[in-house]
């Protein structure tokens, strides 16, 4: 699985698993959740904006970002998307997760309020899709 894996990575760039165990229902949820957040309006949006915050989670507007700047083309126009970030909860009680050297990579997200359960879903999404990298790099090692 290793080489198939390599050699789709040498020859396309990319590659697809199949049979991941991620439960289709969950994918279902995570879309419609996601969905039902983007189609609140710019204003219920933007109070959960990412300006000013450490770690880069919560909503980008259109234009927010442009992936060409991180190429060296400052002047870029942004990305004709909006994004939403999260990152990994912070596990209780492990001091690392509050280190000056975690700060980027654990920041606090933030979470709407509407969908309701946008947070539940988008952390057991996550969770899931762990779980696939995790069996992914064991294959690789």
């Not at 927010?64 to 870029?76: I, M």
């Amino acid at each position: 699985v290793a080489e198939m894996v390599n050699e789709a990575c040498i020859k396309w760039g990319f590659f697809l698993i199949s049979g991941h165990g991620v439960p289709k229902h969950l994918i279902g949820r995570m879309f419609s959740v996601s969905y039902e957040f983007f189609d609140l309006s710019e204003e219920e949006k933007l109070q959960y904006d990412s300006t000013g915050r450490k770690g880069g989670r919560g909503y980008f507007s259109v234009g927010k970002k442009a992936l060409a700047r991180t190429y060296g083309d400052l002047n870029a126009p942004g990305d004709q998307k909006e994004t939403f970030v999260s990152g990994a909860e912070p596990i209780d009680g492990d001091p690392y997760y509050f280190t000056p050297e975690a700060e980027g990579h654990f920041a606090e997200n933030i979470w709407p309020t509407y969908p309701s359960d946008m947070k539940q879903v988008w952390i057991m999404y996550r969770e899931a899709c762990q779980g696939v990298a995790d069996k992914l790099l064991n294959i690789m090692e």
